[in-house]
């Protein structure tokens, strides 16, 4: 069973930093698209960025030159560098994977990330 879990999320002041990771068990097949979204209290689901396997990298235009998203496929984890943290930014944080092979797509449990101004 694939789970995925993640950490790092938590609170910090406006022009901060944090790191999120999302490490990933239970497949031995490789994975496709490793994606962060995010959730703010009243609004829809964003998808802030993504990393495939083949080196595509995407953002969000909110976030853009302020996060880097980066994957160890070794480890089976993808993490997500935020940088000059804004509150805006305040939001839990999920990771979705994508493992093409099984035809699946797994969610992390979620990590609160907390912006004060």
């Known amino acids: 069973q694939v789970q995925l879990v993640e950490s790092g999320g938590g609170l910090v002041q406006a022009g901060g930093s944090l790191r999120l990771s999302c490490a990933v068990s239970?497949?031995?097949?490789?994975?496709?698209?490793m994606t962060w979204y995010r959730r703010a209290p009243g609004k829809k689901r964003e998808l802030v960025a993504t990393?495939?396997?083949?080196?595509?990298?995407s953002y969000a235009d909110s976030v853009r030159g302020r996060f880097t998203i980066s994957r160890d496929n070794g480890k089976k984890t993808v993490y997500l560098q935020m940088n000059s943290l804004k509150p805006e930014d305040t939001a839990v944080y999920y990771c979705?994977?994508?493992?093409?092979?099984?035809?699946?797509?797994?969610w992390g449990q979620g990590t609160q990330v907390t912006v004060s101004s």
């Open positions: 990393a495939t396997s083949g080196g595509i990298i």
């Open positions: 979705n994977v994508v493992i093409s092979v099984i035809g699946g797509s797994y």
């Open positions: 239970g497949s031995t097949f490789s994975i496709d698209a």
